[in-house]
């Protein structure tokens, strides 16, 4: 299906909420949520179903790999459809490839290693099996260390890249670019071999290829940096909080503070990546997409909000992060509740008393505005959050199988867990942030 980013009557995306795994490929800028792939190229988003929840993706303007549970897919993005599923049953799927290569299994019984070759699987090198280390979730496998420090690249032939101090971790990408990160420095290497250190602290997770495979963007301790493959040169290091992304077609960047996309120019190219867990009260929605907007009129008012639970009763609104209470249109407060690992779990605004409650059962009871404590206690479950109240004639259906939001004989292949009336349109939230404008039934 395709969502429009603009009006009409086709259904809109107002945010996209934090995504799963989120990517470009030099034309497009795609992301996941749950069992769903969506892929941005222009004014519209389209949307892949996917036959299970999405764990890990590689992206190239050809073809995507993505990773499930049990197996993998391989998705046409121009037409935005499945081309091919390949899943095994008796495996473990430890990385995706862009391109031809589907990915590898890791096969339990034996501790083998099948690379998919167009739906064929080929037992990698006999040395392989002595591998003493292996990057699972490797985003452009390519390559694996069979003895100490050697790097081998399992291509349309298998060959040695080259050799690497006490590596810490890899990523390969088209056209023979690899990045090995080892201990306060980073390798790059081009298609013939590995080329030169790059003299700084590269996250090979992290890694995004450009299409040609000539230079990546990686996190490094100052933000990310872009690296020439060939000369290992730094093209670029952008600062703050910011991760990459990938190439569409030049630098994308996910400005994790803001919750929005940059180009290299720092030019905001999509907005809503936000995920404060939403609360709906009256007229009030908080959360999707870090905003609160007025379902009275469709308005967006404050967009500024990170991770963490919202909390509304109509009138006041709050946000609580693992540290912070922040009143709307007030002040802050520390709720001081949450341990080294700790997290906020929900909060509930009941007449003049701010609820939080943690995960470890841990609940603070506050005054509003003004923070006082009134009460700390320790309990499992002190409340469920009460679902916010469903229009007549709308469905949602989010489980193991499927993600869907029913609108009279309309069905959407989305993920929701809320639903509200506005003006003409249904809106579907997830707790991730998403937030979807869905066209009415006529005469509802």
Not at 23 to 43: C, E, M, Q
Not at 201 to 206: F, G, M, P
Request: contains cysteine; hydrophobic residues 45%; proline residues 8%.
């Amino acid at each position: 299906m395709r969502l429009s980013l603009g009006n009409g009557p086709l259904p809109r995306l107002l945010a996209p909420g934090v995504p799963d795994w989120i990517g470009a490929d030099g034309v497009r800028i795609g992301w996941t949520l749950r069992d769903r792939l969506f892929l941005r190229a222009g004014d519209h988003v389209e949307v892949v179903e996917l036959p299970d929840e999405a764990e890990e993706v590689a992206a190239s303007p050809r073809r995507w790999t993505v990773a499930l549970g049990s197996g993998f897919v391989r998705v046409d993005p121009q037409a935005a459809r499945i081309e091919e599923l390949l899943v095994d049953d008796e495996a473990e799927p430890v990385a995706t490839h862009a391109g031809e290569d589907l990915g590898l299994f890791l096969e339990v019984p034996e501790h083998r290693l099948l690379r998919l070759v167009d739906g064929r699987p080929l037992p990698l090198p006999d040395g392989a099996l002595r591998a003493r280390w292996i990057r699972p979730w490797a985003t452009g496998f390519g390559a694996v260390w069979i003895d100490l420090d050697v790097i081998v690249r399992l291509g349309a032939r298998t060959s040695v890249v080259g050799r690497a101090p006490s590596p810490e971790g890899i990523a390969c990408g088209p056209e023979g670019g690899v990045l090995v990160a080892i201990k306060g420095d980073a390798v790059v290497a081009a298609p013939r071999g590995l080329a030169v250190r790059v003299g700084r602290t590269l996250d090979a997770d992290s890694a995004r290829f450009s299409p040609d495979g000539t230079s990546v963007l990686a996190a490094c301790p100052d933000g990310v940096a872009w690296v020439d493959l060939a000369t290992g040169a730094v093209r670029k290091v952008w600062d703050g909080s910011l991760a990459p992304v990938g190439f569409a077609p030049g630098p994308v960047l996910w400005d994790l503070d803001r919750g929005v996309l940059v180009d290299e120019a720092g030019t905001v190219l999509l907005d809503g990546f936000a995920g404060a867990s939403p609360a709906m009260a009256g007229q009030v929605l908080a959360g999707p997409g870090g905003a609160v907007w007025d379902l009275a009129s469709g308005t967006r008012g404050v967009a500024d909000l990170r991770d963490g639970v919202c909390a509304t009763d109509g009138e006041r609104t709050v946000h609580v992060d693992d540290a912070t209470v922040r009143v709307l249109g007030g002040g802050r407060f520390a709720h001081g509740l949450c341990g080294d690992e700790d997290a906020v779990d929900a909060a509930r605004i009941d007449g003049d008393t701010l609820i939080v409650a943690t995960l470890d059962g841990e609940v603070g009871r506050y005054t509003l505005p003004e923070g006082e404590r009134r009460e700390r206690t320790h309990q499992r479950s002190p409340w469920k959050r009460p679902p916010a109240p469903r229009p007549e004639g709308v469905t949602l259906t989010s489980d193991d199988a499927e993600s869907r939001v029913g609108v009279g004989e309309a069905t959407w292949p989305l993920p929701a867990d809320g639903a509200a009336r506005v003006a003409e349109s249904v809106w579907a939230w997830s707790h991730e942030g998403a937030l979807f404008a869905l066209p009415a039934p006529p005469n509802s």
